[in-house]
């Protein structure tokens, strides 16, 4: 985020665009309610009717995957309306020229039949996000998730630098993240292109600070993606790999494909707090301590480095992430002895400008520090960019609504489009032996809208078989008009129903994130429904889950 | 007033070490960021008396988030099946007059008619040590519904502050006990310690910054002046964390559950919460309450209409743990003040 969570109480115009907040990010979601109630415009883009849509006060359902043309014909309007910050595009932007020349092509009416958003209602946001100052933007994995999803975030970031809604208070682009410590992660460099801190690998200056610090020649090349790891396995090119903390034969796209890369592997060494479907391929279990079993930083989606602290002493023979692979690289030949977290973090401050001063010391008071922090003295910043953006000027970069990789066909009509639930987390490694969560969420479902329920005759809570190109699954419908017409939505969390089975593999060319919100499936009712001479009543089908 | 005495403050922490010899010490102590937790006491001086509420409430001591109730297949005790009811003595001290109010009321919901054994072993061997409330939190609002700031019966040891030494009142039988046992460290009350006490007393109600009485909300209520888009704002707010329930002193949802390991199976309890839709969930996947606003309203009609139905006073002692809590801002105190509100003005949405 740009911003800081406390900010939201002030903003004027709240955008949240693929981000189901107040199941997903409920502390942020109940600041935006709040905001509401003080009289804050919020806007959701969202094909699903999700919580926040209930309340917000316009409410966008575009086509799953046409977020690219949404956001190019907001700024169309933003532009022939004359609603530009001229001021800061010409201070702090450049090729903003050859942007303008693509927004053309995206007239209000003409995005109307790409994403189903009447053009009156793209007009009136774009009106409400621009003329506003202090408007913010957030956004969350309905954006990322797509083949285009770079493209959705430049287009998101293009927005912000039109208006001039970024390095201000309450005005920014907030891309909410979603575990407790993603961001730490991804700041630390659990990436393959980057060393923490963003530095890339390829950049030979931050490669020498490393490799003096380390003492160790360091690779020139970035390394291989996720997506591209496995499919290097499936290839027999790559031997071997170590999961910390990932449950991939649940959560990635086309199971199929990963179950058969990951038997190929020649050595498999998962390292988790519980068993899971990764574990049973591995050849070593490495026991990892669980949250509170250990001690370290968590960095939240605010940048807020917070510490935390060891309430109870690891279970059985498992230790801390940092003591096991401390421990595995002495072994390897290369020594790694730190007495304590707080010396990884001095480490970390010497090699990570923006984590300078985040030292633990600092932290032990309050609720942390957000970064960059980059010394001692530094007192955190709450909002980014203010007098310029990291590489100096922003560059208006130009992009192209792409269709998502596998739109519905005939064979295939249905879009399905994946995503979470408000009482369980991911595969559910730990949600789901917890007795009360997994008691709330006991059975997988599919949402239907009615109008496609009526068409192919299916009842509530009837069992449909699920099929895409690459598998099917089994699973009991659940009518609602949460779910727009023509689309499906099946939660990823359960083992039972591996949705990850269906979903296509194709990825970003950039990020490589696999498009887990589009892909195109069909629906085949298992029951056979009983033929009724006398017309059914009509029921109200209205929302038959209630959250 | 019989079975009062004085305590000199310098012989506080010789008389808690004796309580210790053959208990359990439990007080509250400062952890980080300010926490407040009752835990065993190590070190006598760490007991920290001025402070705001604990998180959670005492109740965990009497019913435990996690309470493992029988062991079964463990063949090597000799036993098929294994009964894990503890009998440790414990001595809770510290506690504020608001939570020993909701432990009696805790009492009567747990052993009034059938009784719970689990319950009633823990409760039969604790003690616990009240302190008279001084210096209120902005949350408590104990005072308007005389579950708090200082008790006039139902508790085992109060103690009053009164600058230099403690004022000490016993009322139940084991309290009376347990001060004879080290009697030689309290002495009998002057006069003039009658009048400081009551002066603390008073002073002690002053302190504090609301005064919330639950009877109008539950005579608006009652009289069907609530209505359900009121609840349905009180519902948007809930994220179904159940945070007030767990931290509630008065809350008694809990779910009964077996856990197998390689040597038996373990039957345990734990705590639940009434706002989630899986506690009220029928075998074939019926919700009674499907619809949410049931649920969040079930939560306020049983503090405040059943609870007065059934016991007699309300199923709230005032402690704003719920305050300090609710992401959402629906706790009692809001909520209660906002239904008065509304029947005050006369617009009853």
Redesign the interface.
């Known amino acids: 985020m740009t911003n800081s969570i406390h900010e939201i109480a002030d903003a004027r115009v709240l955008f949240v665009i693929g981000s189901n907040t107040m199941e997903q990010h409920?502390?942020i979601g109940?600041q935006m309610?709040?905001a509401v109630d003080r009289g804050v415009t919020l806007i959701v883009a969202d094909p699903r009717r999700t919580q926040i849509a209930?309340?917000a006060h316009i409410h966008l359902r575009h086509r799953s995957g046409t977020d690219v043309a949404l956001l190019m014909s907001i700024m169309n309007v933003i532009i022939n309306e004359g609603l530009v910050d001229v001021d800061f595009v010409r201070r702090r932007t450049e090729n903003f020229d050859s942007f303008e020349e693509k927004l053309r092509r995206y007239p209000p009416q003409l995005v109307e039949e790409i994403t189903g958003v009447k053009a009156g209602d793209i007009r009136r946001v774009a009106r409400i996000y621009a003329m506003e100052k202090r408007s913010m933007i957030y956004y969350a994995m309905g954006i990322t998730q797509h083949v285009t999803g770079v493209d959705n975030v430049r287009a998101c970031a293009n927005l912000v630098m039109l208006t001039g809604h970024i390095g201000l208070p309450m005005s920014g682009i907030n891309p909410l993240r979603g575990q407790n410590n993603v961001q730490g992660a991804c700041d630390m460099g659990a990436l393959p292109n980057v060393y923490s801190g963003y530095q890339t690998v390829t950049n030979p200056r931050a490669r020498r600070k490393f490799q003096r610090v380390w003492g160790k020649r360091l690779p020139q090349r970035a390394g291989l993606t996720v997506m591209d790891m496995m499919d290097r396995a499936y290839e027999g090119k790559l031997k071997a790999m170590y999961v910390m903390g990932e449950n991939p034969l649940l959560s990635d796209p086309d199971l199929e494909h990963v179950k058969e890369a990951a038997g190929r592997l020649d050595f498999l060494v998962v390292q988790d707090i519980f068993q899971n479907e990764t574990t049973a391929y591995a050849d070593v279990v490495l026991p990892a301590a669980a949250f509170a079993e250990k001690d370290g930083t968590y960095t939240n989606t605010e940048r807020r480095v917070q510490l935390i602290?060891k309430a109870v002493e690891p279970q059985g023979e498992a230790r801390a992430d940092w003591e096991i692979i401390c421990d595995l690289s002495t072994r390897m030949g290369y020594e790694m002895s730190y007495r304590g977290t707080y010396e990884i973090m001095e480490e970390i401050a010497l090699l990570t400008p923006s984590y300078g001063g985040t030292l633990h010391y600092r932290l032990?008071?309050?609720?942390g520090l957000q970064w960059p922090c980059t010394s001692r003295e530094h007192p955190g910043t709450p909002y980014l960019h203010r007098r310029a953006f990291a590489k100096g000027l922003g560059t208006f970069i130009t992009i192209e609504y792409l269709p998502p990789d596998e739109p519905p066909d005939e064979e295939y009509p249905f879009l399905l489009t994946t995503g979470r639930l408000?009482f369980l987390y991911h595969t559910g490694t730990m949600c789901r032996r917890t007795?009360?969560l997994n008691?709330?969420e006991?059975?997988c479902f599919v949402e239907i809208n009615p109008e496609d329920a009526e068409s192919l005759s299916i009842r509530n809570?009837s069992l449909v078989e699920i099929s895409s190109r690459r598998g099917s699954v089994k699973v009991r419908t659940l009518i609602t008009r949460r779910t727009p017409k023509g689309t499906i939505f099946i939660p990823f969390h359960f083992r039972e129903v591996a949705v990850n089975l269906l979903t296509n593999p194709a990825v970003d060319p950039v990020a490589k994130i696999p498009e887990y919100k589009v892909c195109a499936v069909r629906i085949k009712p298992l029951t056979r429904q009983k033929t009724r001479k006398r017309k059914a009543p009509k029921v109200d089908l209205e929302d038959l889950r209630?959250? | 007033m019989k079975n009062s005495w004085i305590l000199d403050k310098n012989h506080l922490s010789y008389w808690l070490r004796q309580l210790r010899k053959d208990r359990e010490l439990i007080g509250p102590l400062r952890r980080y960021n300010h926490d407040i937790v009752f835990r065993t006491v190590e070190e006598i001086h760490e007991i920290a008396l001025d402070c705001p509420a604990s998180l959670p409430s005492p109740k965990e001591f009497l019913f435990p988030q996690y309470e493992r109730m029988l062991r079964a297949g463990d063949l090597s005790s000799g036993r098929r099946v294994q009964d894990l009811r503890t009998e440790r003595p414990r001595v809770i001290f510290g506690v504020r007059a608001c939570d020993v109010s909701a432990v009696m009321l805790l009492d009567r919901f747990f052993l009034d008619n059938s009784k719970d054994p689990y319950y009633d072993s823990r409760r039969r061997n604790t003690l616990f040590v009240s302190v008279v409330c001084n210096n209120p939190d902005p949350t408590c609002f104990c005072a308007g519904l005389q579950t708090g700031p200082y008790l006039e019966r139902g508790f085992d040891i109060q103690l009053t502050d009164l600058g230099d030494r403690y004022f000490v009142q016993a009322d139940s039988r084991e309290g009376i006990r347990t001060i004879s046992a080290t009697g030689f460290l309290f002495n009998r009350p002057k006069k003039s310690d009658y009048d400081d006490q009551y002066e603390v007393f008073l002073s002690a109600k002053a302190h504090f910054q609301k005064i919330i009485s639950l009877d109008g909300p539950r005579q608006a209520i009652l009289l069907g002046r609530v209505h359900d888009e009121f609840w349905q704002g009180v519902t948007d707010r809930c994220f179904e964390c159940g945070g007030c329930v767990y931290e509630c002193p008065l809350c008694t949802c809990f779910t009964v559950t077996d856990r197998s390991y390689e040597d038996g199976t373990e039957r345990i309890r734990l705590w639940d919460t009434c706002l989630f839709k899986g506690f009220t969930r029928m075998a074939g996947g019926v919700l009674p309450n499907e619809n949410r606003i049931l649920r969040t309203k079930r939560w306020y009609y049983h503090k405040l209409i059943h609870y007065p139905d059934l016991l007699g006073s309300f199923g709230c002692v005032g402690c704003g743990r719920c305050t300090i809590t609710c992401p959402g801002k629906i706790d009692m105190a809001t909520i209660a003040t906002k239904i008065k509100g509304l029947s005050l003005n006369g617009d009853l949405g």
């Not at chain 1, 032990?364 to 609720?367: A, I, K, L």
């Open positions: 409920p502390m109940m309610r709040d209930d309340f602290r032990e008071e309050g609720f408000y007795v009360v008691r709330e006991p059975e809570k209630i959250t």
